[in-house]
DNA sequence: CTGTTAGCGCGTTCAT
DNA sequence: ATGAACGCGCTAACAG
């Protein structure tokens, strides 16, 4: 309600001292800067939205585009939008959200009207439209995800061939040596959602490093019991699993083990590996390589927000570390464990 | 990147022509509004968001405060958020997320600096600090939800207590007889979310009126064995249940009837009523009376739009009438059903 | 029916 | 270190 006019007025000085006053964009002797701070407070004064983005050029808002797919996890999903208001809202920047079915008018749109600063891409596809979209906007956007094109594009995610990597070691190193993968439903690989596919070549590819056969299974009606028993018959000495899958396939794996007479983490260990859900309700809460939303989005956010204020160039692609949480569901066997490469992966 | 300017030009005609001509709010004949129109198109133009903003004093953004709590539904939760977005954007209004840590912050900077013409209220408390924010502000806001004190206010939900009676009048029109409700976790009771407390007090006046007994019981361990036990401790002749819990709760209602030797719909009938989970996938889909996110979330943003447009004033509360869904769980049985009340509930 | 013009509230040069 | 004045792009009241 209060303008800077009515500040200025009250604090006794110009209407850009207090502007500066405030932004702290210009050096202001001290006894100013309080009397407008006061002045401010007093009043309760706090710059009109339209008024500060029109002067300043600058919206403070970030779109978010989030589609929602069949088989999208909702869950999963409403973490990372939350994730990113959070991250920018830390930065002074609030979040407006994209739906589906007109993201990439909504990008066009929030582009073109200067409404947006940046824009922020959830849930990446490999062949995304919104990247060749993107790639023509004059304004900036960062993806959570990472398409199988990225010339032209910043992209941040959790290194999935690491993650996939981290967990045949551990497994590897409690003396399992039958190892199989649980990886995503049909669905979500047609849609050619990219990080399955990145986490399955890093598991074959690091497999092979450690000299390993492995099996991979993709499950089917939402439930674990078809895969396992896929990977059983495939692989009779199976002696741990790695799920790289959503919840219901992941919560449904202790069970259908059970169901044919395997215990875990006795006969068969089992780590989640680029999982958004917690394992701890589990029956039996598994080890975790968790895919973090907060990491990747805030990481996500502090580019966009440093390629909107001070013109930085990030690299194209910023493959966050993972990490391991141990919850039990790994064993020890008394088999010889494979010998370690010479150089281990990190 | 076009402005007016470049439109008039191209155009022929006056700046103002061209607002006028494209905004509908003057009568422009139709030659011209058609050579304004070309112009538009080929220039790409599209208006400035802060200068439209900041002349028109609105900025078609509605702010929507999701809570996200540690019982929250992430599901439900998204779904809604996306229905609010969709539905404004039917209206030309974006949305701007806020989120639970400085929902009542975020509430009021966006009123005050004018970044959105009205607030979207969801996932409402019995006593929720937003509610007595909302009546200060000048911004209007409608919530989906209903608190306790709705004095002031504009609230939009399903009409829980009628859902409850149309659930109880179809497991009687079955023939069924002793009937339990498996409600909500007590953390959900505890926070006072209003919904099942409205849900409940349906239920069992609605019982009353029928002249059934009736059993309530609330789940605990995320599962519904616990619960269920208990009605079956108070009613041994136990033939039906609602459900108005979450899908964790639901899920497993099917099994935990199978484990003490019950059959659905043969023994026991259920329907899930005000709920926002699909039971489709269940090993038994349940008839659904269901929270419907559509029709709450389009009939508050409408009641919202016009509230700032045309200065409206809705009423203070606005119910939803429920709707049923027949999947298969509710069987009749040859028991005499009971009487019908003189005057039915709608 | 169309053109002219005065702000909207603020950020930011340019002088001082 | 501070103040005056201009302009961002658009809407709407006022003229014609």
Redesign the pocket.
């Known amino acids: 309600m209060a ?3 009515d500040v200025a007025r009250e604090a ?6 207090v ?2 006053a ?2 702290g ?5 001290a ?3 309080q009397r407008v701070q006061d002045a401010a407070t007093k009043l309760n ?1 706090l ?2 939205a339209s ?2 983005m ?4 600058r919206s403070h808002i970030f779109a978010v585009t989030a589609p929602l797919h069949p088989d999208t996890d909702h869950s999963a999903h409403m973490t990372f939008a939350m994730e990113v208001t959070k991250a920018a809202r830390e930065r002074d920047y609030d979040t407006l959200l994209l739906v589906h079915k007109d993201a990439l008018e909504g990008m066009k749109r929030s582009a073109a009207t200067s409404l947006a600063d940046g824009i922020i891409v959830l849930d990446v596809d490999a062949h995304d439209e919104r990247a060749t979209l993107a790639r023509q906007l004059s304004c900036p956007a960062v993806f959570i995800g990472i398409p199988e094109d990225t010339s032209g594009l910043v992209c941040v995610d959790l290194d999935f061939e690491a993650a996939a990597a981290m967990a045949i070691d551990r497994l590897l190193d409690a003396g399992r040596r039958s190892i199989g993968l649980i990886s995503h439903p049909e669905e979500t690989l047609v849609r050619e959602s990219n990080f399955p596919l990145r986490f399955r070549h890093g598991f074959e590819q690091h497999a092979a490093e450690r000299g390993i056969d492995i099996a991979v299974a993709n499950p089917t009606h939402h439930r674990a019991h078809e895969a396992i028993a896929e990977l059983l018959e495939r692989k009779p000495d199976l002696d741990a699993i790695v799920l790289n899958t959503n919840i219901d396939v992941a919560g449904s794996v202790t069970a259908a083990l059970a169901g044919l007479g395997r215990s875990v983490p006795g006969d068969v260990s089992v780590v989640a590996a680029g999982v958004t859900f917690s394992t701890l309700r589990f029956p039996v809460p598994f080890d975790t390589i968790p895919l973090d939303a907060h990491a990747s989005c805030s990481a996500a956010v502090d580019m966009l927000a440093r390629i909107v204020e001070n013109g930085e160039s990030p690299p194209e692609t910023t493959l966050i570390p993972p990490t391991y949480i141990e919850l039990g569901s790994v064993a020890r066997t008394s088999a010889t464990p494979v010998a370690p490469v010479t150089a281990p992966a990190t």
């Open positions: 303008t800077i006019e006794g000085v110009s209407i850009s001292t502007s500066y405030l932004s964009k210009r050096a202001i002797s006894t100013t800067r004064y710059p009109h008024a500060r029109l002067a300043a050029n």
